[in-house]
């Protein structure tokens, strides 16, 4: 079945730092892709989203492009800080499901 | 700034007792989920409803869960008999199918069940 894997946890970065956090997925067609975030004590916010594939989703710094040849989502940000800590989850939804099938989900801390 | 919102926050109750977990969704959305968020399982899929019809609750068990949509602006999730395996972290979201496109899912904050 459909199915996504993300990077295992935790991530630690310093302040500053490059992030990417690596989302694969299975699909049986062309899923919609999400990336959401989790803050402590929160619900899921959407973070970004991408359609098809080639197109880049971007929100706060975040970007994550549409890889069909790699079936990757992978999340990136130039520079982390440290409100940036939470869960990271990401997501697909096949066109005509109304399911969102999420990731394990990946915890970022962020040191100053 | 809509947002959903359910109540209660928290709810320590103990085996064997009824528990209800409400939740608002935004106005004008005509989809709502409740997912169940446990360390081991991650997230999951309990119930789905659109126009207050429950279509999927698959995800849920029968014998003890029960989900309801009274009216547009209410959705509930009941247990009972509630069972500590049952403590987690449930949400509640909201969205909108427009010509049968399926929109974003809004979440809730969530209610913290521990069931001792």
């Known amino acids: 079945g459909d199915s996504v894997t993300q990077m295992e946890g935790p991530v630690t970065l310093s302040e500053e730092a490059f992030l990417t956090i690596n989302c694969t997925y299975t699909?049986?067609?062309?899923?919609?892709l999400f990336w959401y975030v989790q803050y402590p004590g929160e619900g899921l916010q959407l973070l970004l989203k991408?359609?098809?594939?080639?197109d880049k989703g971007s929100n706060k710094g975040f970007e994550a492009t549409y890889r069909k040849e790699t079936t990757s989502f992978h999340l990136e940000k130039g520079s982390v800080q440290v409100s940036d800590s939470a869960v990271y989850f990401c997501?697909?939804?096949?066109?005509?499901?109304?399911?969102?099938?999420f990731g394990s989900g990946t915890r970022l801390l962020v040191r100053p | 700034d809509a947002r959903v919102t359910q109540t209660p926050r928290d709810k320590v109750t103990e085996m064997g007792q009824e528990v209800t977990m409400r939740c608002q969704p935004i106005?004008?959305?005509?989809?709502v989920f409740w997912y169940r968020q446990t360390m081991m399982q991650g997230l999951e899929l309990l119930a789905y409803f659109r126009n207050r019809a429950p279509l999927d609750d698959s995800g849920m068990p029968k014998d003890r869960f029960s989900a309801e949509m009274p009216d547009a602006t209410l959705a509930t999730l009941k247990i009972q008999p509630s069972e500590p395996r049952d403590s987690a972290v449930y949400f509640c979201?909201?969205?909108?199918?427009?010509?049968?496109?399926?929109?974003?899912?809004?979440f809730g904050p969530g209610t913290r069940l521990l069931v001792l």
């Open positions: 699909a049986t067609g062309y899923p919609s």
């Open positions: 979201a909201s969205g909108l199918v427009l010509a049968g496109v399926n929109e974003t899912q809004y």
């Open positions: 991408a359609t098809k594939a080639d």
């Open positions: 997501a697909l939804r096949m066109d005509s499901s109304y399911k969102l099938i």
């Open positions: 106005l004008g959305h005509n989809t």
